[in-house]
């Protein structure tokens, strides 16, 4: 059980085009999801919460109107990257819970490789 | 500033010995913790989730944990080359699950 998957698992863009990844919980109801971003060698960077039906709750340093979440369903979250750069090329992580409570376990998806040319 | 610190490794183990990897929590509030592997290109997994003070085991690992210290750690016993990752300490910083996660810590199992 507990099983997140992601679409595209990898996509090359040219600079300025917007790229749409998804977010699906297959098994369960995702209360909550949540948007990383990870640079080669580096930690997992959070860069927002997702709740279903609301808007999401982006951290700081994130720009809003250029990575656009909708959490449109208890099981689907889309993160789109607009007008994409080369500096946006990073591999974006979403995770799930299905409770919301401080006790629930994050599932991972297998992550989308962005690379911008 | 809520902070996850981990040694940032490598840690180097040789097979079939015990690898030991240590967390620590700045938030004093926080009431779960979890361990996740990630191997080089991939997203985390789960590996154990832990919620009381003292030892939790499962199969090779054991996850433990001292509130009062705010520190929590992860033991894998019998040490494979197939754990060769990097783990992640994470703790729980809000009602919505949201998760603050240490740096992580390389481990690299010698044959």
Excluded at chain 1, 45 to 58: H, P, Q, R
Excluded at chain 2, 19 to 45: H, I, M, V
Aim: overall charge neutral; some cysteine.
């Amino acid at each position: 059980g507990a099983v997140v998957s992601q679409h595209p698992s990898w996509v090359i863009c040219k600079s300025g085009t917007s790229v749409k990844i998804e977010c699906r919980s297959l098994d369960f109801q995702a209360t909550t999801m949540f948007w990383y971003r990870q640079f080669p060698k580096k930690s997992l960077m959070l860069m927002a919460t997702s709740n279903e039906g609301s808007k999401a709750t982006y951290e700081q340093g994130v720009e809003k109107d250029k990575f656009l979440i909708n959490h449109a369903s208890l099981t689907l979250s889309t993160l789109t990257v607009t007008s994409a750069h080369p500096e946006d090329s990073s591999f974006y992580i979403c995770s799930a819970n299905s409770g919301g409570s401080n006790r629930e376990e994050q599932f991972f998806g297998p992550g989308t490789r962005l690379t911008v040319l | 500033q809520k902070e996850v610190e981990q040694n940032s490794g490598p840690l180097s183990v040789p097979e079939g010995a015990i690898a030991s990897l240590n967390c620590t929590y700045s938030d004093r509030g926080s009431q779960s913790f979890f361990w996740y592997r990630q191997y080089s290109g991939k997203s985390p997994e789960l590996i154990m989730s832990i919620y009381s003070n003292g030892d939790k085991e499962d199969g090779r690992f054991t996850a433990q944990l001292n509130k009062a210290s705010q520190y929590v750690s992860l033991l894998i016993r019998d040490s494979q080359p197939s754990d060769s990752a990097t783990y992640l300490c994470a703790v729980n910083i809000n009602s919505w699950g949201k998760f603050q996660f240490g740096a992580g810590t390389q481990v690299v199992v010698t044959p």
